[in-house]
């Protein structure tokens, strides 16, 4: 069976840990845990939701990309994603658009690229209120050009991303239950 690792990107609170824990859950594809130097929100665990880093022990790890986003820096490391291969030939992983570009770029067709929307952007800024997010890193966050820029496929994805438009979650897992099986079938 051919390796591939499901990239969910798109905007802030399009969905893509909601589509990446589906996959784990349903289709048990280990999630690569990423590292970040942002703050943990309510709720989250080191180890489960990222690797919680500070300035020094995020330049310890070995990056296949990292970014920064929102003022804080994100980094996918090489030894995630083999640790991920080593469980199963399917993984998954919740990156931004610039991290995606980098996964299509490096991986070709072993990264299959989701690129998750809404119909309505307003319906993002309810969505991270409900989640709890704080209010000054949430108006942080919609104030950064990162942010902007998630909003929009960008032109490097056009010919290799899967569109979906998450604004009702059964309808976007019948859409992932698709692509899987497709996914599946050619290989
Ligand atoms: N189709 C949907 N309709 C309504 N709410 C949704 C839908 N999909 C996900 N949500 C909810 O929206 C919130 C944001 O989803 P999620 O955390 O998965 O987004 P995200 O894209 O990973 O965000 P971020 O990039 O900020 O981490 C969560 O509370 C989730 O339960
Ligand atoms: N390019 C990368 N993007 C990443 C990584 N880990 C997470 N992310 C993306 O960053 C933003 C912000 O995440 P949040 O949890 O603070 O809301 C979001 O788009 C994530 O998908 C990574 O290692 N590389």
């Known amino acids: 069976m051919k390796k591939r ?6 905007a802030t609170g399009t969905g893509k840990t909601t589509v990446s824990d589906y996959l784990r859950d349903y289709y048990h594809m280990p999630k690569v845990i990423t590292h970040t130097t942002r703050p943990p929100r309510k709720g989250e665990m ?5 690797y919680f880093e ?59 690229i989701v690129f998750l929307t809404v119909s309505e952007d307003e319906a993002l800024i309810d969505r991270m209120t409900k989640r709890g997010d704080d209010t000054l890193m949430l108006q942080q966050r919609v104030d950064s050009p990162e942010y ?8 490097a994805l056009q010919d290799v991303a899967h569109v979906i438009v998450n604004d009702d979650l059964e309808t976007t897992k019948v859409k992932i239950d698709a692509l899987v099986s497709e996914i599946i079938a050619t290989d």
């Not at 690792?5 to 798109?10: C, D, M, P």
């Not at 080191?46 to 990222?50: A, E, L, M, P, R």
């Open 5 to 10: 690792v499901f990239v969910i990107t798109g």
């Open 148 to 155: 902007r820029r998630d909003l929009t496929l960008p032109k």
């Open 46 to 50: 080191n180890g489960v939701d990222y």
């Open 54 to 112: 500070d300035a020094a022990s995020f330049e310890q790890n070995h990056y296949l990309e990292e970014v920064e986003y929102s003022g804080y820096r994100y980094g996918s490391s090489h030894e995630g994603l083999d640790a991920g291969f080593e469980k199963n030939p399917y993984i998954t992983i919740v990156l931004d658009t610039k991290g995606a570009i980098t996964y299509a770029q490096e991986l070709g067709d072993e990264a299959v």
